[in-house]
T-cell receptor
Framework: AQSVTQLDSHVSVSEGTPVLLRCNYS??????LFWYVQHPNKGLQLLLK??????LVKGINGFEAEFKKSETSFHLTKPSAHMSDAAEYFC????????????FGKGTRLSVIA | ETGVTQTPRHLVMGMTNKKSLKCEQH?????MYWYKQSAKKPLELMFV???????ENNSVPSRFSPECPNSSHLFLHLHTLQPEDSALYLC???????????????FGNGTRLTVT
């Protein structure tokens, strides 16, 4: 069985400061991991994806995430927050064979203060 | 533009009404999905269609009835809903259902459903 825990339901940062959104996973396999972003009144959009290639994954809009097997973590980071980054972020885990459904975290709401 | 279009964007219906949600994808994908997004809860997978065949039905009440007439269109027919069914209903598509490394999901903007 797989699960994913997003450690913070809400994160607030000032514009121009770093962003850290935390995600821990549990999986019987070496997992595939994803981050999705949802802006208000929109659907979810894929930010980045890890599938056992490089452990540091770069995504869109300057975001990146690092897969750390020893810590079972896949935290999302960005060096400098922009007002347009304010949204809900979802960490997602799957087994690499794709034979089980995606498991979504509960989401972290990111607020960016001017 | 996500390539996945959902209509209507908002829907208010009474508990005795019958309505349908529509989803259309222009990405040439083979799999389509319905998800329910409620406040404070993880995204819930409702139905999956792969090559127009329903492959998953996650214990969804029969008042929700999906239909997939072809690989580009997906419907969710609603009847005798309850107030707790109020939520954002998201349609998604992917290149294939399951398989190695899971093809990423492409989501529509959702239909905000309110049941009164």
């Amino acid at each position: 069985a797989q699960s994913v825990t997003q450690l913070d339901s809400h994160v607030s940062v000032s514009e121009g400061t770093p962003v850290l959104l935390r995600c821990n996973y549990s999986s019987s396999y070496s997992p595939s991991l994803f981050w999705y972003v949802q802006h208000p009144n929109k659907g979810l959009q894929l930010l980045l994806k890890y599938t056992s290639a490089a452990t540091l994954v770069k995504g869109i809009n300057g975001f990146e995430a690092e897969f750390k097997k020893s810590e079972t973590s896949f935290h999302l980071t960005k060096p400098s927050a922009h007002m347009s980054d304010a949204a809900e972020y979802f960490c997602v885990v799957s087994d690499p064979s794709g034979n089980t459904p995606l498991v979504f975290g509960k989401g972290t709401r990111l607020s960016v203060i001017a | 533009e996500t390539g996945v279009t959902q209509t209507p964007r908002h829907l208010v219906m009474g508990m005795t009404n019958k309505k349908s949600l529509k989803c259309e994808q222009h990405l040439g994908h083979n799999a389509m999905y319905w998800y329910k997004q409620s406040a404070k809860k993880p995204l819930e997978l409702m139905f999956v269609y792969s090559l127009e065949e329903r492959v998953e039905n996650n214990s969804v009440p029969s008042r929700f009835s999906p239909e997939c007439p072809n690989s580009s269109h997906l419907f969710l027919h609603l009847h005798t809903l309850q107030p707790e069914d109020s939520a954002l209903y998201l349609c998604a598509s992917s290149q294939q259902h399951r398989g190695p490394s899971n093809s990423p999901l492409h989501f529509g903007n959702g239909t905000r459903l309110t049941v009164t």
